[in-house]
């Protein structure tokens, strides 16, 4: 038991030392990253397996971090983390523990690097970087807002630009799904009962529709004023026809306020989405080409 605490011991101090240069280890602490690491990641197999002829594969793909206890020829799935802060936090400082004891993977598109472990197909059309830039967006909407997943995976539906979509639900409901307008307006993008029903919509305070609707809403004014944002923005708060009849944004000062506000917040998400693809390492796109329907 004596040489298990000395081994053990030794271990601890040589990921402290190997890790100290680490900013995260630095930001959360010697103590902390070591127990985030072992308590959240690792205890599943036990203290003993931990440090018994046993190494771990900590893989990130695009849903999950999954952490593999290898032994010999044996390999066993112990945990699998849903994509958010607790399963990055594992996944990165993973990476601050030693080679010898733990290899963190990052395999977002192939995962047969862990053999007997079922791999799922991945949709290849828009090359690796598109990829990787996706799974990042998603990541990102997940963690800074309300129903963020809710809003990615409409968007993509719809062919429409999250961070759009976004800005449209922070100024019409400040992201409260029980939120009513005098006028009749409902739900988190605040659409009106008839609109709701022709985009196919039945219950506007359940999120899934309403972001449903409103997101395919977007998409038909897109196409209705062949693109023009500033025009679709203005549509969607005054109606199509009040934006025909004046030729672009209407003479309102409701309108005009509510556009400007859309696009403040619209370009504010952006920003922050390329800060967080900058520091996780991924793709970022170049501001001057981001196009608010992909």
Not at 154 to 176: C, G, M, N
Not at 225 to 240: M, P, Q, S
């Amino acid at each position: 038991m004596k040489n298990l605490n000395d081994r053990i011991s030794a271990r601890i101090a040589a990921a402290r030392l190997k890790a100290g240069r680490r900013p995260l280890f630095r930001f959360l602490g010697g103590r902390g990253a070591m127990t985030v690491a072992l308590g959240a990641a690792l205890s599943v197999g036990g203290l003993h397996d931990t440090f018994s002829n046993v190494h771990f594969l900590v893989e990130k793909n695009l849903d999950s971090v999954r952490v593999v206890r290898q032994r010999g020829d044996d390999q066993r799935l112990l945990a699998s983390l849903k994509g958010g802060f607790a399963a990055n936090t594992v996944f990165k400082i993973s990476r601050a523990l030693p080679d010898n004891f733990v290899t963190p993977q990052l395999s977002l598109f192939d995962e047969t690097w862990i053999p007997g472990l079922a791999s799922r197909p991945t949709d290849d059309k828009g090359g690796f970087f598109q990829d990787f830039s996706n799974a990042l967006r998603r990541e990102f909407f997940a963690s800074a807002m309300p129903f963020g997943d809710l809003i990615h995976e409409k968007a993509a539906k719809y062919d429409v630009d999250p961070a759009l979509v976004a800005a449209v639900i922070e100024q019409e409901s400040r992201f409260k799904i029980r939120a009513r307008s005098h006028v009749g307006a409902t739900g988190l993008m605040q659409l009106m009962p008839r609109t709701g029903r022709w985009m196919g919509a039945r219950d506007l305070y359940d999120p899934e529709q309403n972001v449903d609707a409103g997101v395919k809403y977007i998409k038909y004014l897109d196409k209705r004023f062949d693109g023009d944002l500033t025009n679709t923005i203005a549509a969607y708060n005054a109606g199509e026809g009040n934006v025909q009849r004046y030729g672009g944004i209407p003479p309102f000062r409701e309108t005009q306020t509510y556009v400007k506000k859309v696009m403040s917040n619209y370009d504010r998400r952006k920003k922050q989405l390329k800060r967080y693809e900058e520091q996780a390492g991924g793709p970022v796109a170049e501001a001057d080409k981001t196009a608010a329907l992909r």
